[in-house]
């Protein structure tokens, strides 16, 4: 994986070299091998790398024979092999990055379309005088930009893109989303003035310094569902499982594999073993030295049973307090939950033997693994229910609940809601509208809840269209990236090719969620290769026991942070709403320990970003 930045200056002004290298210098740690930058009048482009296929070559930035053209691109194109072999090309180097140049030189833009693999990238066009941003389909890597009268920006990441625009505030306007998503889905960021290219978007700057956004791909929305035998389905499945995994293990370093001990990171280990065909197989582990919450027994038997090098490592409170403002740098958002600091040290363990790790990223948004596909019928029957009943009876009964059955009392909050897109949000939502509305002062001035309402058929079927956009691309998609990229390790999700998506979203729902099993037809795929316990043991997860870590300290830090002077939350959120949550917390009346990580995290956040925007940081 890489780094990429650029500066286009609309007003006609010479591309400051200075500022591309602090650009640079900002992505250090997703490109450490390599850095270049290149300058052409008004606009320059910067690149770091890190060196995955062509080791030797393919430094960027990149131009075609003639100059005329050049490319700074982040990614892997994973089928860049067979696209070679199709064009007429003086090629210089063996690599994917000078394959990817020659494509758009013969096919122009268009030519993304032939892509397989992960990418971001930006081509300067000197013949058309314009400039192309490209991002792959699922959004597996990010790509920001700016615009305003003066200068166009983009980068990987936000924290590269202020050398070249300045100090920037706070987008209000998506604290809702944030208080709504954990994260700020596309195309907004928390970040004034910011945006996301969207997943499987491109977008141009013409000659005229317009900005035209143009969708290539989309999830399906309404795809007519395959009249498939269930034994057909886990048939098909296996099949584009098996090719994914031969893509993802292009590369001319060590490919490792990420193993929880989960049905997903299980299956792709014993894939990728069996695919590497004794070559070897680093995989790799994190636990928390709490056997109630670990997995790491789960993670060793199948490591033993593919026969793979196993490594782990035990995260600590200590670890996590090291590691949480640091990495809401990297992150350039708030943590969306404490596992993003388990995800990192995994990244760092992973780091010392390989460069590129795989994942089983995507699965569960694909195939309907979380426990809350069994119910997604219930979002509609909540429908039935009159809101002014709803509201009175839901509320009471999720704070009746006992702290055991907090999977219910999300259910239940997700229920109140008033919409049926509202319902399906709430599933993920640390807050819900009524307390976002509270805690802001009046309603949201945009929503970003588009997805929740596009999707078409079933119930399940249109919470996993919304779940594959909103939670996957936006929230662990961006996590997964900004957590290995601290450590500059690439992370691959076989999950994620954008065929087996496809054929993810033609499948019908039963072959998904059936007889109550959550994602079937992935372990039947896997019992061809895993052990009947481990296919079928409950879904656990990363859980981080963040009540015995902070049990003594995270009353007075929440406190300072949340509610001492210098607090952004206090400033932005109705500080009497925030006390609230402060005081049930710690009286044991309420867990509100989701919706308090969030507004921690928040707060962490922005003293970081406050840091960031200052030069030289």
Same mark, same amino acid.
């Given at each position: 994986?890489?780094?990429?930045?650029?500066?286009?200056?609309?007003?006609?002004?010479?591309?400051?070299?200075?500022?591309?290298?602090?650009?640079?210098?900002?992505?250090?740690?997703?490109?450490?091998?390599?850095?270049?930058?290149?300058?052409?009048?008004?606009?320059?482009?910067?690149?770091?790398?890190?060196?995955?296929?062509?080791?030797?070559?393919?430094?960027?930035?990149?131009?075609?024979?003639?100059?005329?053209?050049?490319?700074?691109?982040?990614?892997?194109?994973?089928?860049?092999? !067979?696209?070679?072999?199709?064009?007429?090309?003086?090629?210089?180097?063996?690599?994917?990055?000078?394959?990817?140049?020659?494509?758009?030189?013969?096919?122009?833009?268009?030519?993304?379309?032939?892509?397989?693999?992960?990418?971001?990238?930006?081509?300067?066009?000197?013949?058309?005088?314009?400039?192309?941003?490209?991002?792959?389909?699922?959004?597996?890597?990010?790509?920001?930009?700016?615009?305003?009268?003066?200068?166009?920006?983009?980068?990987?990441?936000?924290?590269?893109?202020?050398?070249?625009?300045? !100090?920037?505030?706070?987008?209000?306007?998506?604290?809702?989303?944030?208080?709504?998503?954990?994260?700020?889905?596309?195309?907004?960021?928390?970040?004034?003035?910011?945006?996301?290219?969207? !997943?499987?978007?491109?977008?141009?700057?013409?000659?005229?310094?317009?900005?035209?956004?143009?969708?290539?791909?989309?999830?399906?929305?309404?795809?007519?569902?395959?009249?498939?035998?269930?034994?057909?389905?886990?048939?098909?499945?296996?099949?584009?499982?098996?090719?994914?995994?031969?893509?993802?293990?292009?590369?001319?370093?060590?490919?490792?594999?990420?193993?929880?001990?989960?049905?997903?990171?299980?299956?792709?280990?014993?894939?990728?073993?069996?695919?590497?065909?004794?070559?070897?197989?680093?995989?790799?582990?994190?636990?928390?030295?709490?056997?109630?919450?670990?997995?790491?027994?789960?993670?060793?038997?199948?490591?033993?049973?593919?026969?793979?090098?196993?490594?782990?490592?035990?995260?600590?409170?200590?670890?996590?307090?090291?590691?949480?403002?640091?990495?809401?740098?990297?992150?350039?958002?708030?943590?969306?939950?404490?596992?993003?600091?388990?995800?990192?040290?995994?990244?760092?363990?992973?780091?010392? !033997?390989?460069?590129?790790?795989?994942?089983?990223?995507?699965?569960?948004?694909?195939?309907?693994?979380?426990?809350?596909?069994?119910?997604?019928?219930?979002?509609?029957?909540?429908?039935?229910?009159?809101?002014?009943?709803?509201?009175?009876?839901?509320?009471?009964?999720?704070?009746?609940?006992?702290?055991?059955?907090?999977?219910?009392?999300?259910?239940?909050?997700?229920?109140?809601?008033?919409?049926?897109?509202?319902?399906?949000?709430?599933?993920?939502?640390?807050?819900?509208?009524?307390?976002?509305?509270?805690?802001?002062?009046?309603?949201?001035?945009?929503?970003?809840?588009?997805?929740?309402?596009?999707?078409?058929?079933?119930?399940?079927?249109?919470?996993?269209?919304?779940?594959?956009?909103?939670?996957?691309?936006?929230?662990?998609?961006?996590?997964?990236?900004?957590?290995?990229?601290?450590?500059?390790?690439?992370?691959?999700?076989?999950?994620?090719?954008?065929?087996?998506?496809?054929?993810?979203?033609?499948?019908?729902?039963?072959?998904?969620?059936?007889?109550?099993?959550?994602?079937?037809?992935?372990?039947?795929?896997?019992?061809?290769?895993?052990?009947?316990?481990?296919?079928?043991?409950?879904?656990?997860?990363?859980?981080?026991?963040?009540?015995?870590?902070?049990?003594?300290?995270?009353?007075?830090?929440?406190?300072?942070?949340?509610?001492?002077?210098?607090?952004?939350?206090?400033?932005?959120?109705?500080?009497?709403?925030?006390?609230?949550?402060?005081?049930?917390?710690?009286?044991?009346?309420?867990?509100?320990?989701?919706?308090?990580?969030?507004?921690?995290?928040?707060?962490?956040?922005?003293?970081?970003?406050?840091?960031?925007?200052?030069?030289?940081?």
């Amino acid at each position: 994986m890489c780094g990429i930045a650029g500066v286009r200056r609309l007003d006609g002004a010479p591309v400051d070299p200075a500022v591309l290298v602090e650009m640079a210098r900002r992505l250090h740690h997703r490109g450490p091998d390599d850095a270049g930058t290149w300058i052409e009048g008004s606009t320059g482009f910067a690149h770091t790398r890190l060196s995955i296929i062509d080791l030797g070559a393919s430094v960027q930035p990149m131009a075609t024979p003639d100059r005329r053209k050049v490319i700074a691109f982040n990614g892997e194109i994973l089928n860049y092999r !067979q696209l070679r072999d199709q064009l007429d090309y003086p090629f210089r180097t063996s690599g994917d990055t000078e394959t990817l140049l020659a494509l758009y030189d013969r096919h122009g833009v268009e030519s993304v379309t032939k892509l397989r693999g992960q990418f971001a990238y930006a081509i300067s066009d000197a013949d058309t005088g314009e400039l192309h941003l490209v991002r792959d389909r699922l959004g597996i890597l990010p790509l920001y930009y700016y615009i305003d009268n003066e200068v166009f920006a983009f980068a990987s990441e936000i924290k590269a893109l202020l050398p070249a625009i300045g !100090q920037r505030g706070v987008d209000v306007a998506s604290l809702h989303d944030y208080l709504a998503h954990r994260s700020v889905p596309a195309p907004y960021t928390l970040v004034d003035g910011v945006r996301k290219v969207p !997943q499987g978007h491109r977008l141009t700057l013409g000659r005229d310094g317009q900005v035209r956004l143009r969708a290539y791909w989309q999830i399906p929305a309404d795809a007519a569902h395959r009249d498939v035998t269930p034994e057909a389905a886990v048939r098909l499945v296996a099949d584009a499982l098996d090719a994914s995994i031969a893509d993802a293990l292009v590369a001319d370093v060590p490919v490792g594999a990420y193993l929880s001990g989960g049905i997903d990171s299980s299956l792709i280990s014993a894939l990728t073993a069996k695919a590497k065909r004794g070559e070897g197989l680093h995989t790799f582990s994190a636990g928390f030295g709490d056997p109630r919450v670990d997995e790491l027994n789960w993670a060793r038997k199948v490591a033993d049973l593919v026969g793979s090098e196993h490594h782990e490592v035990i995260v600590t409170a200590e670890d996590f307090k090291d590691n949480w403002h640091k990495l809401s740098w990297h992150r350039d958002a708030p943590l969306s939950e404490p596992a993003d600091v388990a995800v990192f040290k995994l990244a760092e363990l992973a780091r010392t !033997q390989v460069k590129v790790v795989l994942s089983g990223e995507g699965s569960d948004e694909l195939f309907g693994g979380y426990p809350k596909y069994r119910f997604a019928q219930a979002t509609r029957w909540a429908g039935l229910i009159p809101a002014p009943l709803r509201g009175r009876i839901l509320p009471r009964l999720e704070r009746a609940l006992p702290a055991s059955q907090s999977r219910l009392g999300v259910a239940v909050r997700a229920m109140g809601e008033g919409s049926s897109a509202e319902r399906m949000r709430g599933w993920f939502a640390p807050f819900t509208e009524r307390e976002r509305d509270g805690l802001l002062g009046g309603p949201a001035v945009r929503s970003a809840i588009a997805p929740y309402q596009r999707g078409r058929g079933d119930a399940l079927s249109r919470m996993l269209y919304a779940d594959s956009h909103a939670w996957l691309a936006d929230n662990l998609l961006e996590r997964g990236d900004r957590m290995s990229m601290a450590a500059s390790l690439e992370l691959r999700p076989p999950f994620l090719d954008h065929r087996l998506v496809e054929l993810a979203f033609s499948l019908p729902s039963s072959v998904k969620v059936r007889n109550g099993v959550t994602k079937w037809v992935v372990k039947e795929v896997a019992r061809a290769h895993l052990p009947g316990d481990v296919v079928d043991r409950a879904k656990s997860g990363f859980k981080v026991p963040l009540d015995a870590w902070f049990r003594d300290g995270l009353r007075e830090m929440a406190n300072d942070l949340l509610t001492g002077p210098s607090s952004f939350v206090a400033g932005q959120l109705d500080p009497a709403a925030v006390r609230k949550l402060l005081d049930e917390h710690h009286a044991g009346t309420r867990n509100e320990q989701p919706r308090l990580w969030t507004l921690l995290s928040l707060e962490v956040w922005h003293r970081e970003f406050a840091k960031a925007s200052q030069v030289g940081a």
